[in-house]
């Protein structure tokens, strides 16, 4: 069974940056989109950033121009970089990695705060 292990979060203030990480064991991320959610209490899960396999990337537009999301495929890890974070950005953030052979993992999360 894959299990993928977020790590990073923290405590920030506002304007202050964090970086994720999504790492897995064997070579499995190299061959998934990768994807960050996000859920803030009381808060429907959303999609903050992917990276597909080919490397192409998409973001949520609140997050646009603050957050990059990169892969290392020699390290097997997943990056989220979260520059300019504001208050709204506190949430457990946890990554999934899926691709066509049936895969569907997900970490447990990481927490993120951002006090104002």
């Known amino acids: 069974q894959v299990q993928l292990v977020e790590s990073g979060g923290g405590l920030v203030q506002a304007g202050g940056s964090l970086s994720l990480s999504c790492a897995a064991s064997g070579s499995i991320l190299r061959i998934s989109d990768i994807t960050w959610y996000r859920q803030a209490p009381g808060k429907w899960r959303e999609l903050v950033a992917k990276?597909?396999?080919?490397?192409?990337?998409n973001y949520a537009d609140s997050v646009k121009g603050r957050f990059t999301i990169s892969r290392d495929n020699a390290k097997n890890t997943v990056y989220l970089q979260m520059n300019s974070l504001k208050p709204e950005d506190t949430a457990v953030y946890t990554c999934?990695?899926?691709?066509?052979?049936?895969?569907?993992?997900w970490g447990q999360g990481t927490q993120v705060t951002v006090s104002s």
């Open positions: 999934n990695a899926r691709n066509p052979m049936g895969l569907d993992a």
């Open positions: 990276i597909t396999i080919g490397s192409i990337t």
